[in-house]
């Protein structure tokens, strides 16, 4: 079945529910929550573009679901900025600007080594253990060159900090820059290589990068950057925040540098197949 992994989240999803928030699909009821998962997941990878219709007969359909988890989801998703509603149209998905994806970028730039610091100063001993772990995992999975696997265990790392620093609030925030930006610059080619055009002076310029300048090699760049995640923790576990700070704002700047460059390196081979007739496997 097409959807068969979107079904099977939302068999995992458990029984919680909101009140009315919920469908039944094979006896077992779906919370609004997953679906919201759902469709902004299909969002950041591109399967809905900027400017898409989002109708709720459609979309029930296509998640196997009752329109009212749909319509719960698509408030939701509006109010996170990936959804908009126009008149006559209905809901779309939203068409973030070039000034809001710099901004993003920015933010980050900024409540990342916050967040880091919080958690250095508030983290318990069950945060430790998941960071500890996570840490063992990626470095394993990174020094195999098993890339696939890392995405999903960073985005659960940068997660598990932003609980650890105390704050509901700010570990909302972090993780949702977290989901705007993936989604942000996987929607606009254009804007993916006048970003990597930017960070490629950036990475060569930054100091206290070393090696970066020219440097491709994503194998070369997931072992570092899960060796930045193991220092950040050690500092977090000793209560240095000043040092969990510094790290975290070193690690945030290499890795928005980077991402913008592999980004900007995914539209150069794209535009390659395009331009003679072809499209490129996806991996």
Same mark, same amino acid.
């Given at each position: ?18 009140? $009315? ?21 299909? #969002? #950041?990878?591109?399967?809905?573009p900027p400017g898409s219709r ?31 509603? !126009? ?9 973030? +600007?070039?000034?809001?994806?710099? $901004?993003?970028?920015?933010? /980050? ?8 610091? /919080?958690? &250095? %100063? /508030? ?17 394993? !999975?990174?020094?195999?060159g098993r890339l696939g696997e890392?995405? +999903? ?9 932003? %609980?650890?620093?105390? +704050? ?9 820059? /977290? ?29 206290? #990068?070393?090696? &970066? ?11 570092? +950057? ?15 925040? $000043? ?10 700047? !290499? ?6 460059? !592999? ?21």
């Open positions: 079945m097409r959807f068969a992994g979107l079904r099977r989240r939302f068999d995992n999803a458990g029984p919680e529910v909101n009140g $009315d928030t919920a469908a039944l699909q094979g006896g077992r009821r779906i919370s609004a929550h997953a679906v919201c998962t759902a469709i902004r997941d299909d #969002i #950041i990878s591109g399967t809905y989002l109708t709720e007969e459609l979309l029930a359909r296509r998640y196997g679901v009752s329109r009212v988890p749909v319509r719960e989801a698509l408030r939701t998703l509006e109010s996170e900025g990936f959804v908009t509603t !126009r008149r006559h149209a209905g809901a779309c998905v939203a068409q973030p +600007s070039e000034k809001e994806a710099a $901004d993003l970028l920015d933010i /980050r730039a900024l409540l990342e080594p916050l967040g880091a610091a /919080r958690a &250095a %100063q /508030r983290r318990t001993e069950g945060h430790l253990k998941v960071l500890r772990g996570l840490v063992r995992l990626g470095q394993e !999975r990174a020094q195999r890392l995405r +999903s265990l960073g985005d659960w790392f940068h997660e598990t900090l932003a %609980q650890a620093s105390g +704050s509901p609030s700010l570990a909302g925030m972090l993780v949702q820059l /977290r989901r705007k930006t993936a989604w942000v610059y996987a929607a606009d080619p254009a804007r993916q290589a006048a970003q990597g055009m930017q960070s490629t002076q950036v990475v060569q310029a930054a100091p206290g #990068i070393p090696g &970066a300048a020219g440097r491709a090699d994503p194998s070369v760049r997931a072992v570092e +950057s899960w060796a930045e995640h193991g220092a950040i923790v050690d500092a977090v576990a000793r209560g240095d925040a $000043d040092r969990a700070r510094a790290l975290a704002a070193a690690h945030t700047e !290499r890795s928005l540098a980077e991402y913008r460059l !592999r980004n900007a390196s995914q539209v150069r081979t794209s535009n390659t197949f395009r331009k003679h007739g072809e499209r490129p496997e996806l991996t």
